[in-house]
């Protein structure tokens, strides 16, 4: 008898699915090890975000097979993190925690327990007091260590939450923060061609991390957008991105560019001596500037940086010049993942932040 191709994947996930216990699974604490063969002293470094990973897995097991021993296993992986975690929710980096939210979320939605959800909102709530600030738009930064680095892996977890949290509480003000968070990742992170960069301003340059291509951003904000539309009808502000002309820098000029929807929301670029405005339809950005730094101010207005300002993934550190007066002196760095207190606008979400500590 012929295997449908529904039968054919399914069969496929099941051996994926028991692959983990067969290759990874380890007795004691460890509970998976992190590569096979077992290395040991790799095997005892703690992924948290994998463990996360896992959770989803075991839900999505569940899902396919409606056998309810796979969320007996995701609960097992989630006190598995907690517990190598010491006792707790929370860690540094906060796109750990929003993979774990979004996990918690998934199981209270499968089980219906209060518990995983409670959970869910807690680290939803750590994260936004802490990581969300005004450095290059609001957004959310990568770790504690770091808030002026903001990347895709934090701000597309955090859109996606956000909505999902909305559905759950509408008296919530997630839906605001994921529109502001999707919002800021079009304008700062997604290329003319649609490819989604990993993150920005890491060693306090201005500069994209174009060099840095992983698959993941992409689905990050694939999702964050089908979320969006799910609960608003819309992918946040435009169907549309702002995609400038390049004058030369330091020169007058206005930068025209079209986008589907009727407004945009304008993007801080005033403390300069550049003034932003936004219009109806299109154009739907009109930028004039009157100084020789402000006009690289253009990547946080539309998205990209003059060319005459160094090509994307290159040091723009005018950019930063032009939206703050002055070059930041923060340093930081972020390896590739494989293995200022700020008061609130009146206009975009905003939270006090309380620095902390990291690990990888």
Sequence with gaps: MTSTPAQTWSAHADVAQRSLDHFFGVAGT???ANSHPHDRGNTEVFNYWWLAHVIDARVDAWARTADRAWLAEADRARANIIERNGGQLFNDYFDDMLWFALALERMHAATGEQRYLDEAIAIWDHVVAEGWNETLGWSLAWRKQQLAYKNTPANGPLAILGVRLSRVDASRDSLTYARTAFDWLTTNLVGDDGFVEDGINRNDDGAVDAQWRFTYNQGLYVGAAVEL???????ATSNGRCRPRSPPCGSSATVRCSATRATVAT?????????????SS?????VRTASRTSACCWRASCGRAPTSCGRTGRSTACCVRAMTGRRRRRSGSRTPRRSARSSPSSNVPGSKLVPREPMR
Excluded: I
């Excluded at 993007?267 to 936004?278: D, E, I, L, M, V």
């Design 30 to 32: 460890q509970y998976l």
């Design 229 to 235: 539309y799910a609960a608003t009808g819309s992918a």
């Design 267 to 279: 993007k801080g670029c005033s403390r300069a001596s550049t003034t932003a405005t936004s219009v």
């Design 282 to 286: 299109s154009p739907c950005w009109r």
